[in-house]
């Protein structure tokens, strides 16, 4: 069985469609607090691909930017508010995609909880992943 190489995900209202071709480069947990108040919850399962791996299919005009810091930006759907995109100068070559908003399944799965030391304080975790935090969310903590 030869597994698949792409797979599409969506907004909520289906207005905004895309695909996505591995490899993937990461995937993990974010516990930050942006992270939490755009989503409303506890975290954030993104996964991350070279943007020339990210292909819109439909709906780029219902895509808005916010700026939600001096390096990233978040994009969601102006029709149903799914977040969607995550950029930053800081890696330029990668966007994060909720790995949420798929239809199926990627080339990995979750590996580390990041901004660990940031997460909400009723938020319990019970896995055996890495915890990172820290200035960059991405040290070792505890
Ligand atoms: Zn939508
Ligand atoms: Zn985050």
């Known amino acids: 069985m030869s597994k698949a190489e792409q797979v599409q995900g969506g907004c909520l ?15 993990g947990h974010c516990h930050c607090s942006m992270c939490r108040r755009n989503h409303g919850a506890a975290y954030v399962t993104w996964f991350a691909v070279l ?4 292909s819109i ?5 219902r895509l808005t930017r916010y700026q ?11 029709r149903c508010g799914s977040s969607l995109f995550c950029v930053s100068t800081h890696l330029p ?13 990627i080339d990995r799965i979750p590996e580390s909880h990041i901004y ?23 040290e070792p903590v505890e």
């Open 13 to 27: 209202c289906g207005a905004v469609r895309f695909t996505v071709t591995f490899p993937t480069v990461f995937c």
């Open 51 to 54: 943007r020339s791996q990210l």
């Open 57 to 61: 299919e439909a709906g780029s005009d």
């Open 68 to 78: 939600s810091s001096s390096h990233g930006s978040r994009s969601f759907c102006s």
């Open 93 to 105: 070559d990668l966007v994060d995609i909720p790995l949420a908003s798929m239809d199926g399944p």
């Open 116 to 138: 660990f030391d940031d997460r909400a304080p009723w938020t319990i975790i019970g896995d055996n992943l890495s915890r990172l935090g820290g200035p960059s969310g991405l």
